[in-house]
């Protein structure tokens, strides 16, 4: 059977899902609630979490060229409780959903925020609204109505975020080598990849430099 769909991932309590064919149709997309309800067992929101990826796996089952998702951020910092947890969240969905990809043998792409963000509204610190007004121009309303509430804003941001992964995957990746399973960047792409890589690693060789004469100094 052909690979011809990506699952495409925004990770979060309530994590954004997408399904795009390698034409670039939006086949389906939407959220799941995969908190911890309270009270309930702390591997409640890992067993829901996994329960809802090999779910979405099965149901394209041979046909997923690639599981992608929005790259984690290290939110983790001393004394921040609240950014441990979100930490916690995101980077356990990333094992389990890693976990799942591998037992279904489906490659994995990870996806900076940043770099999604550029692909879908045009700019790496697009806002949740932003993000969400380029969603529904591009592919149509999202699976949630807004309401007005914080709450839903981020459950539609989180979708949008998803979409944005699939679209930048789409624009990146070589569909060709992703129809047989294989990830690998476009040429352009991989060129802007290495050109950016050496920008930071002159960048980073500048400071050291600048340490080091200010220490002889």
Known sequence: MKRDVIICL??????????????????????????????????ERWATWRWNVA????????????????????????????????????????????????????????VQPSEMKQELAGS???????????????????SI??????????????EADARAVGMYVLSHYDLAALAIGETKLTPEAAAKAREKAEKKAAAKARKKARKRAKGDG
């Not at 046909?63 to 004394?79: C, Q, S, T």
């Open 124 to 142: 790496g610190n697009a806002s949740k609204d932003m993000m969400i007004a380029a969603a529904e121009e591009k592919w149509g309303p999202l």
């Open 55 to 110: 779910a979405l796996l099965a149901e394209y089952a041979g046909r997923v060229a690639a599981l992608a998702y929005e790259r984690p951020l290290l939110y983790a910092r001393k004394g921040a409780g609240a950014d441990y947890n979100t930490a916690r969240v995101i980077f356990g969905q990333a094992a389990v959903a890693e976990a799942e990809a591998f037992v279904q043998v489906v490659e994995v792409i990870t």
């Open 10 to 43: 925004d990770l979060a309590s309530d994590a954004g899902w997408a399904v795009f064919g390698l034409d670039g149709r939006l086949i389906a997309s939407g959220v799941w609630d995969v908190g911890r309800r309270k009270g309930a067992h702390e591997g």
């Open 145 to 158: 109505e807004a309401d007005g509430t914080d709450a839903t804003k981020k459950k539609r941001s989180d």
